[in-house]
DNA sequence: ACAATAGTGTCTTTTAGACAGTATTTG
DNA sequence: CAAATACTGTCTAAAAGACACTATTGT
């Protein structure tokens, strides 16, 4: 390869951040306030700095988008997006990312965006009427975010990280019914979980019993297996 | 985010180019003419050019590297690694994908390469001694690589891209045993590609012999099925 | 007691694991 | 015929699907 003629890029990263709200997987967005796309909504990124990879910066601004110090959940890379038209203004390459947590705090937003709120996932890509209009090819990277999300619940423990500790075996459950847009199996869901060495770890505690009464859960950590084998399956 | 201050990136695109030669799973690996890294072997790549994508740019790579006019095998984006460091010249950030191929021709050493061959994969991973120095984080990009072809061969019909057609099943056995390290029960993998629906379609020929005799093996071509549910497991 | 929620047990069906056997070719 | 390779069948074990049942809480 030549070291010459290799044309400036920017390189970005964007942030798909997801949570469990009332039941449904949510998604972290800002309003735009500027040009182009002003008024439509974004997937929360920025620009990668000189001294800096991809996942730092997207660590960086996981901690500013969502105005927590010391981010609790799940991050990884997802791809690059890298159409040399996705960006009207300049070539901009963007490293999107996904992220979990536990149910965060409502978002401050940030200096350029208008506005940051969480959306339900499903409202924002499956709506035909009443959804947000996304910016750049942010529908295309939310898709694909949400396809990872659900295709790794199938065999990766990576539930757990959207609920904080101590949790409970129905509010795991819950994760999946969210994500999957259909509940598993109570009984097969159960043994499942139980029964796969290290998913979770029991304490000796329970939890309390809603106001409306039914048996209190006992709570569970997780445990060190990353990886489900045989997955759990999607009917 | 601003749209002042992005410093200029270069981004590339680095391939790992896969096939079975001899049984195992081999690479296609250029030996570098300059510095750095001179005299040390690296994945091929190049620098993704401003009207195109780093798709795009990965194929024109795939067929400038492998002297191929229309490259018969599949392509996918793999992940970017965007270190620093990673190249001492200057900030590159390497979009980098995976091929797999069918037995391709010994390939061209390309303008700035030295020379260029395949490599068995585990000489280059594996080996204590005798394997080659890879540039950059080529060895690490590598890793990943193989990784991913391992395990889509679990849970997709990739292997598929791996022979040419009409293929017989003791061929396409024979990738999953070159990738896998292991061959799978004779049995239970003709039971699993035969009994997933449109991972193979039947033809009406059978191949030849081998010189030392045995019983022709049945020819087939590629069914429509991109997954395989569930998925066939490595022991 | 009843509603509500948590948790257990069990029967059936599907699939994988292991491995023995049969079939068809060349020399 | 033997050697070599391709292919089939079968028994067992593991796991999932479906679903009924029991347990513990609040009002």
Do not use: C
């Not at 910016?135 to 904080?164: C, G, M, N, P, W």
């Not at 075996?169 to 994760?175: G, H, I, T």
């Amino acid at each position: 390869m030549s070291t010459h003629e290799h044309p400036p890029f920017a390189v970005a990263v964007d942030l798909a951040i997801f949570t469990i709200r009332d039941g449904a997987l949510a998604v972290l967005l800002v309003e735009r306030g500027e040009e182009p796309f002003a008024g439509s909504w974004a997937l929360p990124g920025g620009f990668v700095e000189p001294d800096e990879d991809a996942e730092q910066a997207a660590w960086r601004e996981l901690r500013e988008e969502t105005g927590v110090e010391r981010f609790p959940g799940h991050l990884e890379q997802l791809r690059t997006y890298s159409a040399p038209d996705r960006d009207p203004r300049m070539r901009v390459v963007s490293v999107a990312h996904v992220a979990l947590a536990p149910d965060l705090p409502e978002p401050q937003a940030g200096t350029d965006a208008a506005d940051a709120r969480w959306w339900v996932v499903d409202d924002v890509l499956d709506a035909e009427v009443d959804g947000p209009v996304l910016a750049f090819d942010h529908r295309q990277i939310l898709l694909d975010a949400r396809e990872r999300v659900r295709a790794k619940l199938e065999y990766t423990t990576l539930a757990t990280e959207f609920v904080s500790e101590p949790f409970t075996l129905p509010e795991l459950r819950r994760v999946y019914t969210a994500v999957w847009g259909t509940p598993p199996d109570l009984g097969n869901f159960r043994r499942k979980v139980l029964g796969t060495d290290g998913f979770v770890v029991p304490t000796d505690a329970r939890g309390e019993a809603t106001e409306a009464g039914g048996r209190p859960a006992l709570l569970y950590r997780r445990g060190p297996a990353r990886t489900v084998q045989p997955p759990m399956v999607r009917s």
